[in-house]
C-alpha cells in the first residue's frame, strides 16, 4: 500500500517528536515552521513554503499554537489555503476554539478539502512515545481516510462527531488538567506554609492514588525545580480561557475551572507563560 505524502506545519514542543514518528513509520513527510532556524537541525525534511508543502501533499497536518496562529496559516496573506486542491484533507491537531475549528472545515469545504479538528491529550513525552489520545471532530468518511495516519500518532483516536466537537472534547480533558495542575501546586504551597517536610510530601503524594501519570511526571518536576516547559502556562491558560467562552455558550457550570484560569492568566500576565503548565507553583510561591 502506497503511504500519502504528509505535509506537517508547525514543529514546536509537539509537532516535532509527532513529525518524526511519520517520518520514522516510513510516511514521505515535509515540514514547514515559521521560525525556520527552529526547524532546522531536527532532522527532518523541510518545504521552503506553504505553497511547496501543499504541492506535494495529499494529507497536511497542522500543529500550531492557537487560533491566531491557525487562522494567520491557513487564510492570512499567501496562506495554506490559496495553494490547496480537491481531495486533499486538512488535520488540526493543535488545541484551537470550536468556532474556529466549525469556520475552518466550512471554509476548506468549500473548496473540495476534507477538514477535521483532531486535538491531542498528552504531552511531549506522550508525543514522542506516540501514545497520545486523539480527539476528533468532522465527517466520519475523512476520518477514515486518514485513521492510518493518525494510528501512528496515538494509541487511541475518538470520533465525537461534526467539526467542533473534537475541540469540544479537548476542552472538555484540558480544563480537567488545568484544575489538577492547579490542585496539585497549591497542596504543595500549603505544605511549605505549614512548614511540611517538602520533599517528603513530594514522596507522599506520589504514592497516593491521586498520582495519576501526569501528577507523577510533574512531580518529579517539583523535585527537581524544573519548571522547562513540556506544556507551555501560556497554552494552559489559552484553553481555560476557550472552555470558559464554550462553557457560557453550552450553559455549562464549571466554577473551578473559571477561578483556575484566574490564576493562569495572572501568571502569563506576571511574565511566566513560558515556563511548564506546573510553573504555577512559581506564581503561587511569588504571591
Ligand atoms: P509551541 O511549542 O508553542 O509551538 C507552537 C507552534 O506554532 C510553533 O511551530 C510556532 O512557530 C507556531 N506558531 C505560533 N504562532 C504562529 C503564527 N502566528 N504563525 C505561524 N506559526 C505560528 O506549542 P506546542 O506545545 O507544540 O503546542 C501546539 C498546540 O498543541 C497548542 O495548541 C497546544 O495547546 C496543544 N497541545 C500542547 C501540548 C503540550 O504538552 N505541549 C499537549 C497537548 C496539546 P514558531 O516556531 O515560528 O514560533
Partial sequence: ?????IGWIGLGHMGAPMAANLVAAGYPLAAYNRTRETAEGLGLPLADSLEALARGAEVIVTMLG?????????FGKDGLVHHLREGQVVINMGTMSPDLSRSTAERLAARGVGCLDAP??????????ATLVIVVGGEAEVLERV???????GKKVVRFGDAGKGAQAKLAINLMLGVVMQGLAEAVVFGEACGLESETLIDAIGETPLASPVVAIKLAAIRAG??????PLKHMAKDLRLASAE???????IPATEVVRGSFELAVSDGLGDLDVIGILQSLRNS
Fill in 247 to 253: 462553557a457560557h455558550g453550552a450553559g455549562a457550570a
Fill in 226 to 231: 524544573n519548571f522547562g516547559a513540556a506544556f
Fill in 66 to 74: 492557537d487560533d491566531k496562529a491557525q487562522e494567520a496559516v491557513l
Fill in 120 to 129: 491531542v491529550s498528552g504531552s511531549v513525552k506522550q508525543a514522542t512515545d
Fill in 147 to 153: 485513521r492510518p495516519v493518525l494510528e501512528k500518532l
Fill in 1 to 5: 500500500m502506497t503511504l500519502p505524502n
